[in-house]
């Protein structure tokens, strides 16, 4: 079963969902709001919270990506291209919206010419950007701020991080005090499909003894794509303008492997090996390495990469903004993939591997 059917069986859970929901902050009427995406993986968080919250959302995509999603929501079919001649955005007519929001692309001319497009008929335009869209440099240190530098412009709309960067500077200039940034960090939780963290709850719930890279100090910062959905929805209730950080709190990689053990009611033992040692045995690259550890996912011991799960979200938790434990994201990321029939999931460190280097490291000289 592949993503698709997966989101059929997670409706009723949905509605379940929206059905726990807080109704409309106080204070707050309800909003029209264009929804350019929406049916993939925010883009649903986001529609779930903002009709949770009383608002009312039409959908603008191509009908590709689970169309069968919210069958009373209104839905314009369209196509967003960076090749303005292919580009079809004639369902949008000549309408108004309270507010906008584009959820996914990272291509700068296709993001500016749907913003001019809807720039008189809007109040309020919101754009999902990354913490890609840093300049690298500002990644080595931590506590980043929204007002750090962004990656140049190259002219390579292929490259997600400058693409991020030169759509937000596009859009800044088109809408002004009209738009909201968000600036999420790796996005974790229901319907994701990507198996970074499912490595490590697998690994830990089938139990016996496990490499714990590292010596449980360096860092890592998650956010749960309802908490990134939630903070767009308070964004337009509250009419917050300007450029926030999403990436929730950085937490010591011994209380996430912690997290995923209690969250899989594991008793599997955790063995804490140096950096070093991982290299010499060719499971992890040599420290210091740019790199992305794919044995080890969420582990970034790479001094050049110290900021990238430190960076501050201060200033959207000064808004309200509040965010669900890591033990939850956890749980509905798993449940998402339980419900993937037939997924394959293939641990890329194989066990016996896993198990040789932990004899080697048990058996070295002290
Ligand atoms: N995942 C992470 O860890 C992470 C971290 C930081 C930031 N982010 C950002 O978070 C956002 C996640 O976006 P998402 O993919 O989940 O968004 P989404 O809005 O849920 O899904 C993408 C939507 O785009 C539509 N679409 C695709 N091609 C289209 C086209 N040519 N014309 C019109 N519509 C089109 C799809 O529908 P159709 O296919 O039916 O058209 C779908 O509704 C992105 O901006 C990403 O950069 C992600």
């Known amino acids: 079963m592949h993503r698709r059917d997966f989101l059929k069986d997670s409706l009723y859970a949905s509605a379940l969902a929206l059905a726990a929901r807080p109704v409309l902050l106080a204070g707050t009427r309800p909003k029209s709001i264009l929804v350019l995406g929406g049916t993939d993986f925010l883009g649903p968080a986001f529609v ?56 996914w692309p990272h291509d700068p001319t296709m993001i500016a010419s749907s913003a001019e497009l809807l720039k008189d008929r809007t109040q309020h335009y919101l754009y999902v950007s990354s913490i890609s869209a840093y300049d690298e440099k500002e990644l080595a240190r931590p506590n980043t701020t929204e007002d750090a530098t962004l990656a140049s412009w190259t002219g390579d709309a292929s490259e997600y991080s400058r693409g991020k960067a030169e759509s937000e500077r596009r859009l800044r200039a088109i809408l002004g005090d009209k738009l909201t940034i968000v600036r999420p ?51 337009i209730d509250r009419s917050l303008h300007g450029t926030f950080n999403l990436t929730g709190r950085p937490i010591l990689f011994r209380e996430f492997l912690n997290t995923c053990k209690s969250a899989t009611h594991s008793d599997a033992e955790l063995i804490w090996i140096p950096e070093t040692f991982l290299h010499q045995q060719g499971i992890a690259p040599q420290p210091g390495v740019s790199n992305w550890f794919l044995n080890f996912p969420f582990w970034h011991p790479e001094p050049d990469r110290l900021g990238f799960a430190q960076i501050s979200s201060q200033k959207a938790f000064q808004a309200g903004w509040e965010t669900r434990p890591l033990r939850d994201t956890a749980l509905d990321y798993l449940m998402s993939f339980a419900s993937l029939n037939n997924y394959d999931f293939r ?15 048990q058996s070295r000289p002290h």
């Open 48 to 103: 779930e919270s903002a009709l949770a919250d009383g608002h009312t959302v039409t959908l603008f995509n191509r009908g590709v990506t689970n169309p069968e999603l919210f069958p009373n929501v209104e839905k314009l079919r369209g196509f967003r291209s960076a090749n303005l001649t292919d580009q079809n955005l004639s369902a949008l007519g000549q309408r108004h919206w309270d507010a906008v929001i584009d959820v």
């Open 347 to 361: 641990d890329p460190l194989p066990a016996e591997t896993e198990e040789k280097t932990l004899e080697l490291w």
């Open 185 to 235: 960090g790796p996005i974790k939780g229901s319907r994701d499909d990507t198996p970074d963290l499912l490595i490590w709850l697998r690994r830990l719930r089938n139990g016996q003894p496990h490499i714990a890279p590292g010596d449980g100090t360096n860092y890592v910062e998650i956010v749960d794509v309802k908490d990134v959905a939630d903070f767009l929805v308070l964004a």
